[in-house]
């Protein structure tokens, strides 16, 4: 069985490639990328002087003229609730949406009833993840029950085939654990994906620190939660020699601390996601719980320092943090509810609109935030990912991108089980056209 992906821009950030020719899908890896010789669109597609590709049996012909063809989107930040929270997600679930939002390759987080602590958890997640749309990879958690207190087996983990460990959602409140949890990490050479935040500075918060938190008389959350904890990790890495991720980087506080480690040679890359640069405090304005989350939003002054780091590549990744709750969890007062939201199926267009259209990262940059990048920070000698690339011999993870789609979000429509998104009703530029995971388009 043959794919051929006729006559788009191919962008493989991976192999330093954006031109404009077919791509080969054989057998569900990638047989090759060339120009179509003039005159015989078909023939030839592989560049002179090597063998000429046949496809052989039966296949199929897409059309890509005005697409972009580029490696399937990785989502090192998601939460599928699955096993103890079905009500919101389901690993099943949870891959649908990220299906029909371009993404190929998805990587859960340990907060889960039981939480991902342990062999057995992790072996569970990856078996039902093999029986969804798209590629499910898990984290492990940093702590037993992501109590906080103790430290889980991360060797243990590691080996049943965690890609790396992180404190999403119960950061690590003692340096001394989080050294020790650093120390092991390093020691197994997976990355630490660390959700920063001095709880002490949080209690009961609900929105950014500010002026808008003043008028609507909202608890506030100073930004100094996640600064203080960035420096704390950063510094924790210096000592440890551990690949420290930051994740959700939502404050230019942060991405300034970020870009003065890497400058100084520490281990450290970072993410953050569409709605840090997409929206701030304001949102809340109309105590939509929808826009409550955690980083919580913040200024213009922080959106613009968000798109500064992801410019200049102090901000390496983009992730969603695709938080599904139920409608009771949101339809409460303001205070009372969830924190969070759904990303997988609006990252993409938000990331065309907000950034590649005004120009603040180019298509290709874009991409490569979104498929090298997360790739390579997740990938140990191990290589465990080995995602992210349009190499010869991958594995056919693509994703078929029309950058001028007008598109309009529609939760109703969404194929994640919730519907919390403060997106609704935007009217947004570029989609995914096709999601091709080992060859076998996935989002129809
Ligand atoms: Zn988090
Ligand atoms: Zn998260």
Redesign the pocket.
Same mark, same amino acid.
């Given at each position: 069985m043959w794919l051929l992906l006729k006559n788009g821009r191919i962008i493989d950030p991976s192999q330093g490639i954006d031109q404009t020719g077919d791509l080969l899908i054989e057998d569900g890896r990638i047989a090759g990328i060339g120009r179509p010789a003039p005159g015989e669109p078909d023939s030839e597609i592989r560049p002179s002087g090597t063998p000429l590709l046949t496809k052989e049996g039966s296949g199929e012909v897409l059309d890509c003229t005005g697409l972009v063809i580029a490696p399937g989107l990785i989502d090192m !930040?998601v !939460?599928l609730r699955e096993p103890g929270y079905e009500h919101k997600e389901t690993i099943a679930t949870g891959a649908r949406a990220a299906a029909a939002g371009g993404f190929t390759t998805i990587v859960g987080?340990p907060n889960t009833k039981p939480a991902i602590d342990n062999r057995a958890v992790v072996e569970y997640v990856t078996n039902e993840g093999k029986r969804a749309d798209v590629h499910v990879l898990t984290t492990g958690a940093a702590t037993k029950g992501n109590d906080g207190a103790e430290m889980s087996e991360i060797g243990d983990m590691i080996d049943a085939g965690a890609v790396a460990i992180s404190d +999403? #959602?119960f950061p690590v409140q003692s340096a001394d654990l989080m050294r020790r949890v650093m120390e092991y990490s390093r020691m197994f050479d997976v990355p630490l994906l660390a *959700?920063c935040e001095d709880k002490t500075l949080t209690q009961d918060a609900v929105m950014n620190e500010g002026i808008n938190s003043t008028i609507l008389g909202l608890r506030p959350w100073p930004r100094q939660a996640e600064e203080i904890m960035v420096t704390r990790n950063i510094m924790l890495s210096e000592l440890t020699g551990c690949r420290l991720h930051i994740? *959700?980087v939502s404050t230019a506080g942060s991405v300034e601390a970020i870009r003065q480690a890497k400058a100084k040679g520490v281990k450290v890359t970072c993410e953050t996601c569409p709605q840090y640069f997409s929206l701030t405090d304001a949102a809340l304005s109309t105590y939509d719980t929808n826009a409550k989350m955690n980083p919580p939003l913040r200024t213009d002054a922080d959106v613009e320092a968000i798109k500064a780091g992801l410019k200049d590549g102090t901000i390496d990744a983009i992730a969603t +943090?695709h #938080?599904p709750h139920s409608l009771e969890d949101k339809q409460v007062e303001l205070q009372y509810a969830a924190f969070g939201i759904v990303g997988l199926e609006t990252a993409l267009p938000l990331v065309i609109t907000n950034l590649v259209k005004p120009g603040v990262v180019s298509l290709s940059e874009a991409i490569a935030k979104m498929t090298k990048a997360p790739s390579s920070i997740l990938s140990s000698s191990k290589d465990r990912c080995g995602a992210g690339t349009l190499a010869e011999g991958a594995i056919a993870d693509v994703t078929v991108i029309d950058p001028d789609a007008k598109v309009t979000v529609k939760s109703a429509e969404f194929k994640s089980m919730a519907r919390n998104t403060p997106f609704e009703g935007l009217e947004l530029t570029g989609k995914a056209v096709k999601t091709i995971v080992a060859g076998r388009v996935v989002n129809e």
């Open positions: !930040h !939460h987080m +999403d #959602a *959700h994740q *959700h +943090d #938080a």
